[in-house]
């Protein structure tokens, strides 16, 4: 699932280079002649195999900028934190639990960009141009709604001397606000998630400290309780639970 997610993903970008897959089996020679006979056809072949190359591997970054992933990672992050692990769970548990979460999340979004963007463009029914429009619209929804008030206006005024419709901003400036606002919302929400362990560390030093243990380090022994009070709470479902209807 997690390969099909990111596939999907690349797979909007591959709309301005179908033409490159629809070149006919040949031998080396004969497609050297071709593109000699062409006009250096076989130069714009290599150059659109290069930037589909690079398209690929820029496809974890692209869910990253358009998805609720970033938002989710940052929380689980601070999460982690406040708790006083260093290592568990690990980066890489963390990723694949965003990674599905935000597959779970984000599928009515992908449905519908499929339904009206890819899947008419494989069908032939439609050009790449309006492919690329129907399926990013959802995710220009997605985004929209989002976006901090006054976010678009603000980065749209760092250049003064581009005349942005910021009733429709442009793809780039929209993206670039809706990380911004999701960093921010992360931030927020990890605010919230340590003050409850913060609590948890300042009653352990004050107790060492009337028993005159000075040298025992606070976080050392408050770790048990803070760990004892997530279990207790049920905090990993209860903290998925709240991001998930985040989004509703």
């Keep these: 699932m997690l390969l099909f997610f990111l596939a999907w993903i690349a797979s909007v970008t591959f709309l301005g280079f179908t033409a490159f897959g629809q070149v006919p089996d040949t031998d080396l020679g004969g497609l050297l002649e071709q593109s000699t006979i062409e006009g250096g056809s076989l130069d714009g072949r290599i150059i659109q195999l290069f930037l589909i190359v690079t398209v690929l591997s820029l496809a974890p970054g692209i869910a990253m900028m358009i998805t609720c992933l970033p938002f989710i990672v940052i929380v689980f992050s601070f999460l982690r934190q406040a708790i006083g692990l260093q290592q568990s769970p690990p980066n890489m548990m963390i990723m694949g ?20 963007g890819l899947s008419p463009y494989m069908d032939g029914e439609i050009t790449e141009q309006q492919a690329t429009e129907r399926t990013l619209a959802p995710f220009r929804t997605f985004m929209t709604n989002r976006v901090e008030s006054g976010a678009v206006k603000r980065l749209a005024d760092t250049m003064p001397d581009r005349n942005y419709n910021l009733e429709e901003p442009p793809f780039n ?76």
């Design 97 to 116: 639990l965003a990674m599905f979460l935000t597959f779970f999340i984000m599928e009515p979004v992908f449905s519908k960009s499929w339904e009206n």
């Design 173 to 248: 400036l929209l993206v670039t606000a809706f990380m911004l606002s999701e960093i921010k919302r992360g931030f927020q929400i990890g605010f919230v998630i340590f003050l409850p362990f913060l609590i948890i560390d300042l009653i352990v030093a004050s107790i060492l400290m009337a028993m005159g243990m000075m040298m025992v380090p606070p976080s050392v022994v408050s770790l048990p309780f803070k760990l004892a009070f997530f279990v207790v709470a049920d905090g990993w479902l209860k903290i998925t639970e709240a991001l998930i209807m985040g989004y509703g």
